[in-house]
């Protein structure tokens, strides 16, 4: 049996490259109340059917952070799975409503990449990810600097 491989090297990135990533997650109910209460988020629209069915959407939306959470999560396995840091994350964009039941997938566009300046054994990557529903509606976006292993350690 082959042992599975976590992530890629910084070489096997391509600018204009789209990783379709095939982890997904179907979000329940409990998922999205566990992360309200771990993260203190109260606000009764994630956690309370009456309030949440008199308001916009008619029903309880899942928490953004626990969406942005997950894409991360998804992306693991292609993105920074050899990667030594994310260095940050920028223009996160929550683009449409997630609600209970629904499945989200990702897909990754590589953007950019250049070698460290200061240690020849890694690059940065600059990558968007794009979170969208079973429906195909895009959800959420987000883009991020990862510093990643090179193959060869330079």
Excluded: C, W
Aim: charged share 20%.
């Amino acid at each position: 049996m082959n042992q599975s491989v976590l992530g890629l090297y910084y070489e096997d990135f391509e600018v204009g490259e789209e990783i379709k990533h095939s982890l997904s997650k179907t979000i329940f109910e409990s998922d999205n109340n566990f992360f309200s209460l771990m993260t203190m988020n109260h606000h009764p629209v994630h956690t309370n059917l009456d309030y949440a069915s008199h308001n916009q959407h008619g029903k309880i939306l899942v928490v953004g952070t626990l969406v942005f959470s997950l894409a991360v999560g998804i992306t693991v396995p292609d993105v920074s799975g050899k990667a030594i840091a994310n260095l940050d994350y920028e223009g996160i964009k929550h683009l449409n409503p997630v609600f209970i039941g629904d499945t989200i997938y990702v897909r990754t566009k590589v953007l950019d990449k250049r070698e460290s300046k200061s240690k020849n054994d890694r690059g940065i990557i600059y990558v968007e990810s794009i979170t969208y529903n079973q429906n195909g509606v895009d959800v959420l976006s987000f883009r991020r600097h990862v510093l990643v292993k090179k193959r060869n350690n330079g």
